[in-house]
């Protein structure tokens, strides 16, 4: 095991980006051979986020509803749906206060195949609090249209709401928005907010976005991924991956009190999803979410599935964690020796 200085991890690792993010994450996976992973549960006792608040479920439920419904076709990227589905996501960010920061206003559209001219879109909001460093949210919005992908999915023709993947943490990035911006306190953090798409595709989005940053990626302080967190049954664990990319993280996740549900925390920091990128860039990035069910990547993925008191706890812990990371500072990046 050793310490890394984080701007040199970001300089070697971005320098074998320019050849390709797949070749990095290749040379990472063989590196990784012989990584032993530690699966580590806790239940940690305390009320905190136990509490229910109906506002919270109420805004949640309004958004996944919306994200969910038919009239967004599966969210297909490149698709008519796709850009219903953005252009909510844009008026929601707008109503929250927040800035834009994308390319043109909050979106940033990228194309997502080669021989594909279409396009997708990123949608980038910011909270500034006027400090140095800045925390990236994230959650990808697109999923799987009317399911002719990935390969291997049996195509049934019909829309694929995709309710849990990823209208559930969509909700939830707004959901955070709005706490951070309405709250009365002024975190010593900004907040970078980005509605990924093309993560069905291949983590398309989150991988356009650090090779095209809105932002200096030296000042990302660390990443918060949530893909699929609205499936959570009573008893079941919230789990957290991403905990070997910094030696801050395991204290500080078991020092937040919340008794609504058990944490199974996880080091893999290249799970599949957007946080991967960042990670890659020498970023310590967590992920969270509420584990893989039956309707998973079937059209049967829909709202009325969807545990929102529970997700509501969840945002609360998230919220509880993010106020008690901004007292640390700049985090450290932990690379694990391969
Ligand atoms: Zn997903």
Redesign the pocket.
């Known amino acids: 095991m050793k310490f890394v200085e984080r701007d040199s991890v970001s300089a070697v690792v971005l320098k074998g980006m320019r050849f390709g993010y797949d070749s990095v994450k290749s040379l990472a996976m063989k590196q990784k051979t012989f990584l032993i992973f530690l699966f580590l549960s806790y239940s940690l006792n305390a009320q905190d986020c136990s509490t229910i608040d109906k506002e919270v479920v109420s805004r949640i439920k309004s958004d996944i509803k919306i994200l969910a419904s038919d009239l967004m076709e599966g969210r297909e990227p490149g698709t008519a749906g796709e850009i219903k589905a953005r252009d909510f996501i844009v008026e929601r960010m707008q109503d929250i206060g927040l800035q834009p920061r994308g390319v043109e206003g909050y979106i940033q559209a990228f194309p997502f195949s080669e021989e594909d001219s279409q396009k997708a879109h990123n949608i980038i909001g910011f909270l500034d609090n006027g400090a140095q460093q800045t925390v990236v949210i994230t959650a990808?919005y697109d999923h799987l249209g009317y399911g002719s992908y990935p390969v291997n999915h049996i195509s049934s023709n019909e829309i694929h709401n995709g309710a849990d993947?990823?209208a559930s943490g969509t909700a939830a990035l707004l959901e955070l928005a709005y706490y951070l911006k309405s709250n009365p306190i002024k975190e010593k953090n900004n907040f970078l907010f980005i509605a990924f798409s093309a993560?069905?595709k291949g983590l398309k989005g989150s991988k356009y976005f650090v090779l095209n940053p809105s932002l200096n990626l030296s000042a990302v302080n660390y990443v918060l991924n949530m893909?699929?967190i609205g499936r959570m049954e009573t008893g079941m664990p919230l789990t957290i991956e991403g905990l070997g990319s910094s030696l801050i993280w395991e204290s500080s996740l078991k020092a937040i009190e919340c008794d609504a549900f058990p944490l199974t925390l996880k080091k893999r920091e290249n799970g599949p999803?957007d946080h991967a990128a960042f990670y890659y860039a020498g970023i310590p990035a967590l992920h969270f979410w509420t584990g893989k069910h039956d309707d998973y990547h079937k059209p049967s993925d829909d709202v009325e599935k969807i545990n929102f008191e529970a997700e509501s706890q969840i945002i609360s812990f998230i919220e509880s964690f993010i106020l008690l990371m901004d007292t640390k500072g700049r985090i450290d990046f932990y690379l694990r020796e391969k």
Do not use: A, I, R, V
Request: charged fraction near 50%; glycine fraction near 0%; aromatic fraction near 0%.
């Open positions: 990808h993947d990823n993560e069905e893909d699929m999803s």
